[in-house]
Nanobody
Framework: QVQLVDSGGGLVQPGGSLRLSCAAS????????MGWYRQAPGQQRELVAR???????YYADSVKGRFTISRDNAKNTVYLQMNSLKREDTAVYYC?????????WGQGTQVTVSS
């Protein structure tokens, strides 16, 4: 049974930082492209960042230079370090394994950026 468990969200002031984690089980983690998506109220889910099995990364323009995606294959975990957070980063963040069309999803973790 595949399971992705997202954690690390919370309430943070503008300019602050958070680190999201996604622990995977039931898959050969090292072989999967992993991604973080987010969905704000009334908005479509959008790609934030992804990392291939080989470690290549991609970032949405809106988060470049502020967010960093990384993976620890020994721990079957992918991370999203979020710095210099802005109010517009407020959303539910979802971990994904294997792509948005046929992959697996975490349950989501709420990130709220507010003073």
């Amino acid at each position: 049974q595949v399971q992705l468990v997202d954690s690390g969200g919370g309430l943070v002031q503008p300019g602050g930082s958070l680190r999201l984690s996604c622990a995977a089980s039931g898959i050969t983690f090292s072989r999967y492209q992993m991604g973080w998506y987010r969905q704000a109220p009334g908005q479509q889910r959008e790609l934030v960042a992804r990392i291939t099995s080989g470690g290549a990364t991609y970032y949405a323009d809106s988060v470049k230079g502020r967010f960093t995606i990384s993976r620890d294959n020994a721990k079957n975990t992918v991370y999203l370090q979020m710095n210099s957070l802005k109010r517009e980063d407020t959303a539910v963040y979802y971990c994904n394994a294997g792509g948005p069309m046929s992959g697996y999803w975490g349950q989501g973790t709420q990130v709220t950026v507010s003073s």
